[in-house]
């Protein structure tokens, strides 16, 4: 069982950063694969980046390539998004994933941290 704890999230004006944060609970933290998750209203929620168990492979979508930044603390059971250069449309409530199956079967969810970016 792992369970899964988002904070950081908050209003940035358009530019601005944020870095969400998350803390797993349970031994086995490092045999997931770590993920941030983002879901605007109206709109299903679709991935945004993700980390492998060890941390040696990132993925970020197009979304935010350039922008965002996932990583982790295996040592700490945290895992990290700095996003950067935030735009009015990445307004979302953000979730932390933790999987073993890939991203289409992501096993735990946190309960979501609101991001809203203002013009």
């Known amino acids: 069982q792992v369970q899964l704890v988002e904070s950081g999230g908050g209003l940035v004006q358009s530019g601005g950063s944020l870095r969400l944060s998350c803390s797993a609970s349970?031994?086995?933290?490092?045999?997931?694969?770590m993920g941030w998750f983002r879901q605007a209203p109206g709109k299903e929620r679709e991935f945004v980046a993700g980390i492998s168990s060890t941390g040696g492979s990132t993925y970020t979508a197009d979304s935010g390539k350039g922008r965002f930044t996932i990583s982790r603390d295996n040592a700490k059971n945290m895992v990290y998004l700095q996003m950067n250069s935030l735009k009015p449309e990445d307004t979302a409530v953000y979730y932390c994933?933790?999987?073993?199956?890939?991203?289409?079967?992501?096993?735990?969810w946190g309960q979501g941290t609101q991001v809203t970016v203002s013009s």
């Open positions: 994933a933790a999987t073993r199956m890939g991203w289409s079967r992501v096993e735990y």
């Open positions: 349970g031994r086995t933290f490092s045999s997931y694969a």
